[in-house]
């Protein structure tokens, strides 16, 4: 079946550090891959996405290659800010009508 | 104009009760979804609907009863609630029958549920 896992936090950095959130996947066919992001009391919004191979996401700094060799699409932001704290999941979308989620992980930015 | 917008936003209860949440999305979306988030913040999908059918129905405990009334609307009734119901519950939409490139998901807010 398809699935997604992400790296297990919670994440502390500090403002301007470099962020990474590990994603590997596990899918039938070609998925198109998503990171979600929920900030404190609210829904999931989404963040950026990508559709094929070498496709990149981006959105607000953030970005996201779609690796097929490596089944990957690791989350990167060159700077974060303490607005960035959040909880970040990564998804997956093979045609069955559903979205399969990771676990999430809290990133935590201090100022 | 809040596009996903579902209520109440904190449900505290007894065990044994019966108690509903309910959604409306403004988007012209023709899916909804209701998704369970636990304490550890994993999320799991429980139902959707498109244009008021079923087509996703999870290994959810048959205390769980979605109802449709038409697109913009897809509300949850718990019967017989039990303690490990507790949870944050998000409604969600999109558009077309599948979770798709072109047709993420928009999520409302959530419904804290709690049982005591």
């Known amino acids: 079946g398809n699935s997604v896992t992400q790296m297990e936090g919670p994440v502390t950095l500090s403002e301007e550090a470099f962020l990474t959130i590990n994603c590997t996947y596990t899918?039938?066919?070609?998925?198109?891959l998503f990171w979600y992001v929920q900030y404190p009391g609210e829904g999931l919004q989404l963040l950026l996405k990508?559709?094929?191979?070498?496709d990149k996401g981006s959105n607000k700094g953030f970005e996201a290659t779609y690796r097929k060799e490596t089944t990957s699409f690791h989350l990167e932001k060159g700077s974060v800010q303490v607005s960035d704290s959040a909880v970040y999941f990564c998804?997956?979308?093979?045609?069955?009508?559903?979205?399969?989620f990771g676990a999430g992980t809290t990133v935590t930015v201090r100022a | 104009d809040t596009a996903v917008s579902q209520t109440p936003k904190y449900l505290v209860t007894q065990m044994g009760n019966d108690k509903s949440i309910k959604c409306e999305q403004n988007?012209?979306?023709?899916?909804m979804y209701w998704y369970k988030q636990d304490s550890k913040k994993f999320l799991k999908i429980m139902f959707s609907?498109?244009?008021?059918?079923?087509?996703i129905n999870e290994t959810v405990p048959n205390r769980f009863s979605p109802k449709s009334p038409d697109k913009a609307h897809l509300n949850l009734h718990i019967n017989s609630l039990e303690l490990g119901d507790s949870a944050v519950y998000f409604c969600?939409?999109?558009?077309?029958?599948?979770?798709?490139?072109?047709?993420?998901?928009?999520f409302g807010n959530g419904t804290r549920l709690t049982v005591t």
């Open positions: 969600a939409s999109s558009q077309g029958t599948e979770s798709s490139y072109n047709s993420p998901l928009h």
């Open positions: 899918a039938t066919g070609y998925p198109s």
């Open positions: 990508a559709t094929k191979a070498d």
């Open positions: 998804a997956l979308s093979a045609n069955d009508y559903k979205l399969s």
């Open positions: 988007l012209g979306h023709d899916t």
């Open positions: 609907y498109n244009n008021k059918e079923l087509i």
